[in-house]
């Protein structure tokens, strides 16, 4: 059997072009997303520039902001205050990693919580333990909105979110636990014993560990979702958590890396701006 491919460049366009729509019926305001990239880091570069190309297509306005790997953390902070004060700004993101020697933590909460589009803040991520509504993070969303859109069974299954961090695997874990989502959740990681035991109970699988191709065509239960959000460069290039071709053979439906969750977290950070532009009186959502 050969699963079914979620195409998030796809669903990205689809969610963009709504995006687009909804901000041209609301007269178009201007919306800004600021984004703030310390370093040079070529990768991290190519997704924030990929962030203002899809922000413009969805009718919205962009600021840069970047520092030097130099910077000290007092330099970066200050930037991070001046958008949080600035009322023409309605999404604040900060690339991640920062460089070594920066410490994200302060930076993140100067983030006000309506400008939060990231999710990322203790404030954001605390009204999500909470069950309360705010700004959620763009990947867990995107990964939310890609096993709806191609109709995973979700409530009572089982999921195995491999990978506990903050950016991904913990708000992923909340996602799929909260009442109305209703999986039953585990959260394996480095030291999980019989990695491959607990991932073959899954009917779907969240790879979030950086592990390039860790998760292998025997470990995947016939017929789960599969959902691959890692990203390793290695010599062969950027490859995924997944073993993409043979665990394809094996899973219902599967994320092809690149062009599955990469791009849905665009999408989300862009509703997320949308929302942030709403909670900030700048527009009324219906
Ligand atoms: N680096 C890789 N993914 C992300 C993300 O979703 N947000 C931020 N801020 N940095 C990232």
């Not at 909670?279 to 219906?286: A, C, I, K």
Request: aromatic share 2%; with cysteine; hydrophobic share 45%.
């Amino acid at each position: 059997m050969a699963a079914i491919r979620m195409d998030g460049n796809a669903l990205r366009d689809e969610v963009v072009a709504g995006l687009a729509q909804r901000i041209e019926e609301l007269g178009s305001p201007d919306i800004c997303l600021a984004t703030l990239l310390v370093g040079d880091d070529g990768p991290s570069q190519r997704y924030v520039n990929s962030k203002h190309k899809k922000a413009a297509e969805a009718g919205m306005v962009s600021r840069h902001e970047s520092l030097p790997a130099s910077a000290t953390q007092a330099e970066v902070e200050t930037v991070v205050r001046s958008l949080a004060l600035d009322d023409s700004v309605h999404g604040i993101l900060v690339q991640l990693p920062l460089p070594d020697g920066l410490d994200p933590e302060p930076v993140l909460d100067l983030i006000p919580a309506e400008k939060d589009v990231d999710g990322l803040t203790e404030r954001s991520m605390g009204r999500l333990v909470r069950g309360r509504p705010g700004l959620v993070s763009c990947t867990p969303l995107g990964v939310m909105r890609l096993l709806e859109k191609y109709d995973v069974p979700i409530s009572g299954r089982r999921a195995v979110v491999v990978g506990r961090s903050t950016l991904v695997g913990l708000p992923l874990s909340l996602l799929l636990n909260r009442k109305g989502t209703d999986a039953t959740v585990t959260m394996a990681h480095s030291r999980t014993a019989d990695m491959a035991g607990v991932v073959r109970e899954a009917d779907i699988v969240i790879a979030a560990a950086g592990q390039a191709r860790m998760i292998t065509a025997d470990m995947v239960k016939p017929g789960a979702a599969v959902i691959d959000v890692g990203v390793s460069r290695t010599e062969a290039g950027i490859v995924g958590d997944v073993d993409f071709e043979p665990v394809a053979e094996v899973a219902g439906w599967i994320t092809p890396m690149p062009g599955g969750t990469g791009p849905m977290t665009i999408a989300s950070l862009l509703e997320n701006t949308l929302t942030a532009a709403a909670l900030q009186g700048v527009v009324t959502l219906t």
